[in-house]
T-cell receptor, first 112, second 111 residues
Framework: DAGVTQSPTHLIKTRGQQVTLRCSPK?????VSWYQQALGQGPQFIFQYYEEEERQRGNFPDRFSGHQFPNYSSELNVNALLLGDSALYLC???WGRGPEAFFGQGTRLTVV | KQEVTQIPAALSVPEGENLVLNCSFTDSAIYNLQWFRQDPGKGLTSLLLIQSSQREQTSGRLNASLDKSSGRSTLYIAASQPGDSATYLC??????????FGTGTRLQVFP
């Protein structure tokens, strides 16, 4: 079992650009959530996808959008990047509304 | 609004010590609580999950307890080792399927 996998591991973008991050959930998991973790902080919930629909959303602007594919993998898109978007982006998966969340290794995004 | 606090923010101990990390939350109506380990620049590794009906969970040298009524959880690490050095994060989940995290306790165990 490969667990939750994210790509790429590191990324450098320029202000104003757009970025797409990818996540493959743990085998058998159908629910994917995305979190943003700034340096020295705990992760903050961005949104969650289930059955290809956004089920709920945290307090993030519309520049943050996502998608879930029929194979349950997911993408996080961020438009019009700001310096403040620099963070570790984490993907978590679970089965349905199961209690335990499993996280990937994250994508480190640096906006310059 | 649920808020999660972890104390201490940082801890440095000699190898072999038993230690306790604390987590408190403001809304006791939680669905579950999960402890994670995070190595520098890496993702989160799930250590222990305590569901709302449970009082504690154990895995090897780790023991986590939950007191919902007082809004507290503790993570006990027995016989600490240098390999335990990492940041430990506590997260709670209400009936919303999203995790709310504390800012973590940065642990250093020196030989």
């Amino acid at each position: 079992d490969a667990g939750v996998t994210q790509s790429p591991t590191h990324l450098i973008k320029t202000r104003g650009q757009q970025v797409t991050l990818r996540c493959s959930p743990k085998s058998g998991h159908d629910t994917v959530s995305w979190y943003q973790q700034a340096l020295g902080q705990g992760p903050q919930f961005i949104f969650q996808y289930y059955e290809e629909e956004e089920r709920q959303r945290g307090n993030f602007p519309d520049r943050f959008s996502g998608h879930q594919f029929p194979n349950y993998s997911s993408e996080l898109n961020v438009n019009a990047l700001l310096l403040g978007d620099s963070a570790l982006y984490l993907c978590a998966s679970r089965w349905g509304r199961g209690p335990e969340a499993f996280f990937g290794q994250g994508t480190r995004l640096t906006v310059v | 609004k649920q808020e999660v606090t972890q104390i201490p923010a940082a801890l440095s101990v000699p190898e072999g010590e038993n230690l306790v990390l604390n987590c408190s939350f403001t809304d006791s109506a939680i669905y579950n609580l999960q402890w994670f380990r995070q190595d520098p620049g890496k993702g989160l590794t799930s250590l222990l999950l305590i569901q709302s009906s449970q009082r504690e969970q154990t895995s090897g040298r780790l023991n986590a307890s939950l007191d919902k009524s007082s809004g507290r959880s503790t993570l006990y690490i027995a016989a600490s080792q240098p390999g335990d050095s990492a940041t430990y994060l506590c997260a709670v989940e209400n009936n919303t399927d999203k995790l709310i995290f504390g800012t973590g306790t940065r642990l250093q165990v020196f030989p």
